[in-house]
């Protein structure tokens, strides 16, 4: 028999845990708001029923946050953890029993489900006979999220092979399940502010601590402990620190053991994270005062930001802000130095490993056919390269356009 002193002290752990305040990151209303736009994009996309299985989704529907999804784990442990949302109806989440407590803490979510932890088969027969028996499946068009990383493409033909036997008619429904989260509400662009101060605290730490000496994974440390000290949560990307110039073909770097030397550039790459919102910004430091081409260049890149701030509003066409900076990035030279160079930025928003790069972009090379509108209340991040890499974000408003840190676009010089 269990010693009585393990039991007890067992149930005195769970009492203390089934005490701990849920931490849900927003309202009810404004999960249900969620919930009808999301409903509405269903039906414009003639989708009956949707089964979310990002991450990204679930969190923006009813606030579940994990640090594990079984995403590249034994193929016994199959990721089929899912919300199937109805589009007259509500939602079910299936997950599992060990992530009871986690629903708890941090999900609005009601009607919860939760799988046979150990039959590998027998899960997905039971979400399928789950959402059947609620008539969400014969006759229905019922969308998956074919371009989500979870689940991986082996039990994401499973699911589709187990609806389409069911009687679906199945469709590809990422876009459904992405554009519903393109426009943020005013909830969603409070927590991408703070996101951003998060991010300016901690490129400030780093300035205030970085030396030569230090390895890139320490300066790599010292940046996530200013974030984290700020409030930020893990990145859905590593948060690097590097030697070198980003648009240079480092730009993808990960932190390692190389030494810092007081004649090096340290270029880093985070994103401030609040409430798994995510906002860019990168930084570029140096020991010494830099070059006079350094500081030009650094001056032609910031240049294409007052176009971007002034230019982007609400209903005006992207292609022809596009054709604004590639004509300034032109005249200034800035092809003639690097062929290669990539300019644009891509929606920042809700995200978990392995990405934080969102579905919406613009490309301002080549991109000037772009017959799309900006809209109030979307959110980017914009990528100002050419040899530096010069990148901030910034959020469209009705009365402005206007970029989410408030550090200067300069080379810090540290260490002094």
Same mark, same amino acid.
């Given at each position: 028999m269990l010693d009585s002193t393990i039991t007890r002290f067992l149930a005195e752990q769970q009492?203390?845990?089934?005490?701990?305040?849920?931490?849900?990151? !927003? @309202?009810?209303? =404004?999960?249900?708001?969620?919930?009808?736009?999301?409903?509405?994009?269903?039906?414009?996309d003639g989708v009956d029923t949707l089964v979310l299985s990002s991450p990204e989704a679930q969190n923006w529907l009813h606030g579940l946050a994990l640090r594990w999804y079984k995403a590249n784990g034994p193929r016994d442990w199959r990721p089929l953890t899912c919300t199937v949302v109805r589009v007259d109806a509500g939602y079910i989440l299936f997950e599992g029993i060990e992530h009871t407590e986690m629903i708890r803490r941090t999900s609005v979510a009601r009607d919860v489900r939760l799988l046979p932890r150990y039959e590998r088969d027998g899960m997905l027969r039971f979400i399928v006979?789950? +959402?059947?028996?609620?008539?969400? *499946?014969?006759?229905? &068009?019922?969308?998956?999220?074919?371009?989500?990383?979870?689940?991986?493409?082996?039990?994401?033909?499973?699911?589709?092979?187990?609806?389409?036997?069911?009687?679906?008619?199945?469709?590809?429904?990422?876009?459904?399940?992405?554009r519903v989260r393109m426009i943020k509400s005013a909830d969603e662009i409070a927590a991408v502010k703070r996101a951003a101060e998060i991010c300016d605290a901690g490129?400030?730490?780093?300035?205030?601590?970085?030396?030569?000496?230090?390895?890139? /994974?320490?300066?790599?440390?010292? /940046?996530? &402990?200013?974030?984290?000290?700020?409030?930020? =949560?893990?990145?859905?990307?590593?948060?690097?620190? !590097?030697?070198?110039?980003?648009?240079?073909?480092?730009?993808? =770097?990960?932190?390692?053991? &190389?030494? +810092?030397? =007081?004649?090096? !550039?340290?270029? *880093?790459?985070?994103?401030?994270?609040?409430?798994?919102?995510? @906002?860019?910004?990168?930084?570029?430091?140096?020991?010494?005062?830099?070059?006079?081409?350094? *500081?030009?260049?650094?001056?032609?890149?910031?240049?294409?930001?007052?176009?971007?701030?002034?230019?982007?509003?609400?209903?005006?066409r992207i292609g022809d802000v596009n054709a604004e900076l590639y004509a300034y990035y032109r005249d200034a030279g800035v092809f003639e130095l690097n062929s290669s160079v990539w300019i644009g930025g891509y929606e920042m928003g809700i995200a978990f490993p392995p990405d934080w790069v969102g579905e919406w972009k613009f490309t301002v090379v080549g991109g000037e056919s772009d017959d799309r509108v900006f809209e109030s209340g979307m959110v980017a991040n914009f990528e100002s390269m050419c040899g530096i890499g010069l990148l901030d974000t910034f959020i469209i408003e009705d009365d402005a356009t206007r970029l989410l840190s408030k550090l200067p676009h300069e080379i810090m010089v540290v260490g002094r």
């Amino acid at each position: 028999m269990l010693d009585s002193t393990i039991t007890r002290f067992l149930a005195e752990q769970q009492e203390r845990i089934s005490g701990t305040d849920p931490h849900v990151a !927003f @309202s009810d209303e =404004e999960y249900a708001s969620r919930l009808v736009r999301l409903q509405r994009a269903m039906a414009e996309d003639g989708v009956d029923t949707l089964v979310l299985s990002s991450p990204e989704a679930q969190n923006w529907l009813h606030g579940l946050a994990l640090r594990w999804y079984k995403a590249n784990g034994p193929r016994d442990w199959r990721p089929l953890t899912c919300t199937v949302v109805r589009v007259d109806a509500g939602y079910i989440l299936f997950e599992g029993i060990e992530h009871t407590e986690m629903i708890r803490r941090t999900s609005v979510a009601r009607d919860v489900r939760l799988l046979p932890r150990y039959e590998r088969d027998g899960m997905l027969r039971f979400i399928v006979t789950e +959402i059947a028996g609620e008539g969400w *499946v014969s006759g229905s &068009r019922v969308g998956i999220e074919l371009f989500s990383a979870i689940p991986n493409p082996a039990v994401s033909r499973m699911m589709e092979g187990a609806l389409l036997d069911a009687g679906a008619r199945v469709v590809d429904a990422t876009l459904t399940a992405r554009r519903v989260r393109m426009i943020k509400s005013a909830d969603e662009i409070a927590a991408v502010k703070r996101a951003a101060e998060i991010c300016d605290a901690g490129l400030l730490h780093l300035a205030n601590v970085l030396r030569p000496g230090m390895t890139e /994974l320490e300066a790599h440390g010292e /940046l996530i &402990r200013g974030l984290s000290a700020a409030g930020g =949560e893990p990145a859905g990307l590593h948060q690097v620190a !590097f030697v070198g110039l980003a648009a240079l073909g480092v730009y993808h =770097e990960i932190s390692g053991h &190389r030494v +810092i030397t =007081e004649d090096d !550039f340290l270029d *880093v790459d985070p994103c401030g994270v609040y409430k798994r919102y995510h @906002s860019n910004r990168s930084q570029l430091y140096a020991f010494k005062e830099p070059p006079s081409g350094a *500081v030009e260049l650094m001056r032609i890149l910031t240049g294409a930001f007052d176009i971007l701030t002034e230019r982007a509003r609400p209903g005006v066409r992207i292609g022809d802000v596009n054709a604004e900076l590639y004509a300034y990035y032109r005249d200034a030279g800035v092809f003639e130095l690097n062929s290669s160079v990539w300019i644009g930025g891509y929606e920042m928003g809700i995200a978990f490993p392995p990405d934080w790069v969102g579905e919406w972009k613009f490309t301002v090379v080549g991109g000037e056919s772009d017959d799309r509108v900006f809209e109030s209340g979307m959110v980017a991040n914009f990528e100002s390269m050419c040899g530096i890499g010069l990148l901030d974000t910034f959020i469209i408003e009705d009365d402005a356009t206007r970029l989410l840190s408030k550090l200067p676009h300069e080379i810090m010089v540290v260490g002094r």
